[in-house]
Structures are given as structure tokens and as C-alpha cells.
């Protein structure tokens, strides 16, 4: 029996016998925040391609349906920090945090918040959002996968020096590093849609569904005004080791932020989890009072405000492990890699 099935035997036996309810009441669990962390939901086939980072718009109804039922206090980040340190949590406190402010947020997640009256936070990068197209890295390696029955004949212009077998994953990532590697000038568009074209993929259709795109600045505008608390996540998605670029990409970050919402951005996420000691003394320069990761667990006044751990909920994460970190009994077993 494979670990993971394992614990999931073990949290049936633990709600069975009304263990859930103990630790859901313990004080070890009142004196913890679980910060759920998502990033972004499909518009089509995402989750198919890179199910860490895309889920189903019906697995996020399913978590906040289940939050709902179990009675979870859903609080508002800046709310929760507060009590948090102030040690006057209520019992199964949970914040809700999104990463990136793909469009998907926009049309599938904030529907879907609002319908439970559930706050979120939203950390937001803008390099994207200002330029309103998709993602250049993301959507390349996306067309890579969508075109995985089949080839892709060497192309100068995309600096693909050989014909690419892209059933093959290893070979998609080749040609997707050499793709990146070889702008030389040429502009996202230009190589997105040569690409495409080489692919036989209707690209202007993806484009119009906004697939691997950020919100446009009026959106943020929109949903900030609903009530989401929009954050900092690096203008362009970095955190580069250098003090200045650093510092830069905060103020960026910020400045279009502050500008979109009306409000402070003070709150920060990692981008991709990257994070080194040496930011944080940078982030108390800026005034960031808090900075999420990506490290798995529970916060607790032993946290430091910079470091935060978040669960990372995502489609393998089944129905019963997700109960079992609401719970606090998860935090107890033993994780794999």
C-alpha cells in the first residue's frame, strides 16, 4: 500500500470514529491558520496540462462547499494575521489565497466566491495584465502539449534547429527551452502565432477565450471592488537576487496596483515559492508586512510573518486529505515528496 493511499485509509478510519470533530475543536487547532493557495482554474484543458497549478472550476465548488458545511471560519487575510498573532483565532480558521490573477479568476473563481460570501486574496503579478495577451512561456509550452500527437518540422524563425516528436514530454521541453532562447527580436505575437500556425492550432480562438491570460487593469478594478483584497506578486513574476531588481519589481508591482484598486498592497506571495533569506530584510524596507510561500502547513504565532506556509490545494489532493488539513489531523501524517 502506496503512502498516500495509506493516509487516505487512515482519515476514513479518523472520521469514522469522530476524530475529525476532536481535532477540529482541539486547541492546537485553534491556535493555527490553514491559507489554502490556489493559482488557477480551466477554461478548457488546463488541468489536463499542468494539473499543480490548473484544477476544474468544480473542485474549487467542491472545497468551498465543503468549507461551508464544516463550519470553517473563512476570514479575511489581513483579519486573520491579526488574530492570528493575537492568539484569538476562531475554531477551523481558513484563509483563501490565488496566485497570479489569470482571466479565469475573473470569470469562473470570483462567481464562485461570492456565491459561499467567502473573502480571497488575490496576489497579483502585472506585467501580463498590462500587456493583455497570454503568458508567452506558459502559452508556448501549452501549444507544445496541445499538438502532442504529432510533430513539429525544424523552424528557423523559432530556432527549432530539427524536426521535435512532441509525443515525446522530454523533446517538448527541448523545443520549448530553444523557443525561448531564440526571440532575437522578434516580438511574443510574432513567435505565439508562428507557432500556432506551424501546429495546425487555431490560435485567434484560444485568444479570444482569454486561455493563459492575466485580468485586464478594469478587471482587477472589478473585483477588487467586490471585495477581493488584491496584493503583491512581483510586476513581471521574478524575484531577482539583486537588491535593486528586487526592490524594483516590489515598487512596480505596487505602484500599478495601488493605482487599479485604490488601496495599499502590503501583503506579498513568492513567486512560484521562490524566496531566500536575504529577501526579507528587502521586503521590511518596502513595507510588506507579510509574505506567503509555498512551504506546506499550518501558520501559528511560531511563524515568521515573511515565511508563511500555505496548503497548495490541487486536483490529487482527494476529497478526504482535504478534510483532514481542515481538520489539523493532516499536519500529524507523514508527506511524501
Same mark, same amino acid.
Not at 500500500?1 to 487512515?10: C, D, I, P, R
Not at 500556425?197 to 485567434?204: F, G, K, P, V
Not at 512581483?234 to 528586487?246: A, G, I, K, Q, S
Given at each position: 500500500?502506496?503512502?498516500? &493511499?495509506?493516509?487516505?485509509?487512515?482519515l476514513?478510519?479518523?472520521?469514522?470514529?469522530?476524530?475529525?470533530?476532536?481535532?477540529?475543536?482541539?486547541?492546537?487547532?485553534?491556535?493555527?491558520?490553514?491559507?489554502?493557495?490556489?493559482?488557477?482554474?480551466?477554461?478548457?484543458?488546463?488541468?489536463?496540462? +499542468?494539473?499543480?497549478t490548473?484544477?476544474?472550476?468544480?473542485?474549487l465548488?467542491?472545497?468551498?462547499?465543503?468549507?461551508?458545511?464544516?463550519?470553517a471560519a473563512?476570514?479575511?487575510?489581513?483579519?486573520?494575521?491579526a488574530?492570528?498573532? %493575537?492568539?484569538?483565532?476562531?475554531?477551523?480558521?481558513?484563509?483563501?489565497?490565488?496566485?497570479d490573477?489569470?482571466?479565469?479568476?475573473?470569470?469562473?473563481?470570483?462567481?464562485?466566491?461570492?456565491?459561499?460570501?467567502f473573502?480571497? &486574496?488575490l496576489?497579483?503579478?502585472t506585467?501580463?495584465?498590462?500587456?493583455?495577451?497570454?503568458?508567452?512561456?506558459?502559452?508556448?509550452?501549452?501549444?507544445?502539449?496541445?499538438?502532442?500527437?504529432?510533430?513539429?518540422?525544424?523552424?528557423?524563425?523559432?530556432?527549432?534547429?530539427?524536426?521535435?516528436d512532441?509525443?515525446?514530454?522530454?523533446?517538448?521541453?527541448?523545443?520549448?527551452?530553444?523557443?525561448?532562447?531564440?526571440?532575437?527580436?522578434?516580438?511574443?505575437?510574432?513567435?505565439?502565432?508562428?507557432?500556432a %500556425?506551424?501546429?495546425?492550432?487555431?490560435?485567434?480562438a484560444?485568444? %479570444?477565450?482569454?486561455?493563459?491570460?492575466?485580468?485586464?487593469?478594469?478587471e482587477?478594478?472589478?473585483?477588487?471592488?467586490?471585495g477581493?483584497?488584491?496584493?503583491?506578486h512581483?510586476?513581471?513574476?521574478?524575484?531577482?537576487?539583486?537588491?535593486?531588481?528586487?526592490i +524594483?519589481?516590489?515598487?512596480?508591482?505596487?505602484?500599478?496596483?495601488?493605482?487599479? &484598486?485604490?488601496?495599499?498592497a502590503?501583503?506579498?506571495?513568492?513567486?512560484?515559492?521562490?524566496?531566500?533569506?536575504?529577501?526579507?530584510?528587502?521586503?521590511?524596507?518596502?513595507?510588506?508586512?507579510?509574505?506567503?510561500t &509555498?512551504?506546506?502547513?499550518?501558520?501559528?504565532?511560531?511563524?515568521?510573518?515573511?515565511?508563511?506556509?500555505?496548503?497548495?490545494?490541487?486536483?490529487s489532493?482527494?476529497?478526504?486529505?482535504?478534510?483532514?488539513?481542515?481538520?489539523?489531523?493532516?499536519? %500529524?501524517?507523514?508527506?511524501?515528496?
Open positions: 500500500m502506496g503512502l498516500k &493511499t495509506a493516509k487516505q485509509v487512515f476514513r478510519g479518523c472520521q469514522k470514529f469522530g476524530l475529525f470533530e476532536r481535532w477540529s475543536a482541539s486547541s492546537w487547532r485553534r491556535k493555527r491558520l490553514l491559507i489554502l493557495c490556489y493559482h488557477s482554474l480551466s477554461l478548457e484543458d488546463e488541468h489536463l496540462w +499542468r494539473p499543480v490548473y484544477e476544474p472550476a468544480a473542485l465548488e467542491q472545497r468551498l462547499a465543503l468549507l461551508n458545511e464544516r463550519g473563512v476570514l479575511p487575510f489581513a483579519e486573520a494575521i488574530r492570528l498573532y %493575537a492568539g484569538d483565532l476562531p475554531p477551523l480558521s481558513v484563509c483563501i489565497t490565488f496566485d490573477g489569470s482571466y479565469d479568476f475573473y470569470q469562473l473563481a470570483l462567481p464562485l466566491l461570492q456565491r459561499y460570501s473573502p480571497a &486574496t496576489y497579483m503579478s506585467y501580463y495584465c498590462e500587456a493583455r495577451r497570454p503568458v508567452f512561456p506558459l502559452m508556448c509550452s501549452y501549444l507544445l502539449w496541445k499538438a502532442r500527437n504529432r510533430s513539429l518540422p525544424a523552424d528557423r524563425i523559432l530556432g527549432v534547429q530539427r524536426d521535435v512532441l509525443a515525446n514530454p522530454a523533446e517538448r521541453q527541448w523545443a520549448h527551452q530553444e523557443i525561448l532562447r531564440s526571440m532575437d527580436g522578434k516580438t511574443e505575437t510574432e513567435i505565439t502565432e508562428r507557432l %500556425a506551424r501546429l495546425e492550432i487555431d490560435y485567434q484560444m485568444h %479570444a477565450k482569454r486561455i493563459l491570460q492575466l485580468m485586464t487593469p478594469e482587477v478594478t472589478e473585483v477588487s471592488r467586490a477581493i483584497d488584491v496584493q503583491l512581483t510586476h513581471r513574476h521574478r524575484t531577482p537576487v539583486d537588491r535593486e531588481l528586487f +524594483r519589481e516590489i515598487r512596480d508591482n505596487r505602484a500599478r496596483l495601488e493605482h487599479m &484598486t485604490g488601496k495599499p502590503v501583503h506579498f506571495c513568492y513567486p512560484s515559492g521562490v524566496w531566500r533569506s536575504e529577501f526579507l530584510p528587502w521586503l521590511k524596507e518596502e513595507g510588506v508586512s507579510t509574505a506567503t &509555498t512551504e506546506i502547513g499550518f501558520a501559528s504565532t511560531h511563524s515568521d510573518r515573511l515565511l508563511l506556509p500555505r496548503l497548495l490545494d490541487m486536483s489532493l482527494s476529497p478526504i486529505e482535504f478534510a483532514g488539513w481542515l481538520t489539523g489531523l493532516s499536519a %500529524a501524517l507523514p508527506r511524501g515528496r
